[in-house]
């Protein structure tokens, strides 16, 4: 996170970045398709589980 203050007054300008690691999260199983019916022989829809990436930014400022 980097902050600079404002030369006049209180206010000043942040930004910060960051990662995410979300784990568990569940997606289609292979050969599963979104909005797609079943493949034949299928009756159930299956999921895997995974990790998965994000990349956070933020920014807050402070308005006088």
Same mark, same amino acid.
């Given at each position: 996170?980097?902050?600079?203050?404002?030369?006049?007054?209180?206010?000043?300008?942040?930004?910060?970045?960051?990662?995410?690691?979300?784990?568990?999260?569940?997606?289609?199983?292979?050969?599963?398709?979104?909005?797609?019916?079943?493949?034949?022989?299928?009756?159930?829809?299956? +999921?895997?589980?995974?990790?998965?990436?994000?990349?956070?930014?933020?920014?807050?400022?402070? +308005?006088?």
């Amino acid at each position: 996170m980097l902050g600079i203050k404002r030369a006049k007054g209180p206010g000043s300008f942040n930004i910060g970045i960051g990662y995410m690691l979300d784990q568990g999260v569940k997606q289609l199983g292979s050969g599963i398709e979104k909005n797609q019916p079943l493949p034949s022989g299928e009756e159930e829809i299956r +999921f895997r589980t995974e990790s998965e990436p994000s990349l956070l930014v933020f920014v807050s400022t402070t +308005f006088d």
